[in-house]
Each structure stands twice: as structure tokens, then as C-alpha cells.
């Protein structure tokens, strides 16, 4: 028997749609259930935020993606996507860091990105994408300094998009590592409420699903 309740996990979930193919009727009944099953928010593609809004009115956070899913896009395209999403009702930004200057231990340059889109949420939740099955040990503990660094609420794991998602390795080794305020969220490949149980307790504070309210409308 879980030790967390089911309703308390869906507390944690940004229930997520950000498929290609995503539809406005879809968005609608994600909004629709992340009302009714107190979801943190709901994680939907840009196009939909303003719909979105208009729909739940103050009943729900609406959260959406920057730079998604490979985080290559000019530092400029990030903050102008950032900056149209707010105006259209965003109330959480999840970023994705560019992979590739990590790769090059260009860690200022990814520091000052991050900072930049922080600048252009004008105080909305920032979560920031590091991608980590791309990522070694190392440059996934320096992320965390970075991301702490450049003052964002969150550092997660996964786009979802990628060759994989969140590891309870991965979480522990980030609780581990994150500096003092930082929050942690596990996204990506998450089916169970034991999956879920076992992020929460390793210290994610949101995770990134569409699984557990399907399970939830199931019991």
C-alpha cells in the first residue's frame, strides 16, 4: 500500500500533453482534468496557452515549454518565446538548456541563458531542462551549481523527447547536489504510482506525466 496518497501524488503532477499532434480538444480535457484532479498544472504546447487560459480562468496553473524539446535555439528565440508565452497566461516556464554548450563546458554561456528567460518570466515559476540521458555524472552535478546559480525554481530532468527520462539515480544524485532553493522535478517515463512514490521520496517536488491521472480516472 502506497504510504502517499494518490490524491497527494497527483498534487506533485505537471499533467502533461506536448505530443506533435496534440489537438485543441485534447488540451481541453487535460485542462478539464487537472481541475478536477488537482493537478499542479497543466504542461501543454505554446499555440494552446492562450486557449488555455481563457478556459481554466484562475482554477489552474498553466505551464508550457521554451526552446522544446532540443534547446538549440538562439539565447534571443528563447527570451522572445518566454516573453509571448506570459503574455498569453503562462504561469510556469519549462525551459531546455542548450545541450551543446554543455557539451563544450561553456557553463557561463548556459548560466547567462537561463538567467536571461528567468529575466523574461517576470516572476513565473522557471524550470530548466538539462536533459540528462545526455549527460555525464559530471556535467550533470555542474548543472546543478549552474541552474542554482542562475536563480531558476527548478531543475528537471527530461524532456521526454529524448533516448530517455527520469532515473531515481538521476534524482538522488541531483537532491544531492542542488544548491539552497532549488527544486527538482522528474520528468519522463513515469507509469506507476510506485514510480511516483519512489521520485518523491528520492526529493522531486513536481513531476512531469499524463500516466497517473489516467490511473486515477481507472480507480
Known sequence: MSEISLQEILGYCDHTLLKQESTWEQIKDICNDGIKYGTASVCIPPAFVRQARELVGNDLAICTVIGFPNGYNTTAVKVFETTDAVANGADEIDMVINIGWVKEGRYRDVQREIEAVREACRGRILKVIVETCLLTKEEKIELCRVVTDA????????????TGGATREDVALFAEHVGS???????????????????????????????????AKEQ
Open 181 to 215: 532553493g532549488l527544486q527538482i522535478k522528474a520528468s519522463g517515463g513515469i507509469a506507476s504510482l510506485k514510480d511516483a512514490e519512489d521520485f518523491i521520496k528520492l526529493g522531486a517536488t513536481r513531476l512531469g506525466t499524463s500516466r497517473l491521472v489516467k490511473i
Open 151 to 162: 536563480g531558476a525554481d527548478f531543475i528537471k530532468t527530461s524532456t521526454g523527447f529524448s
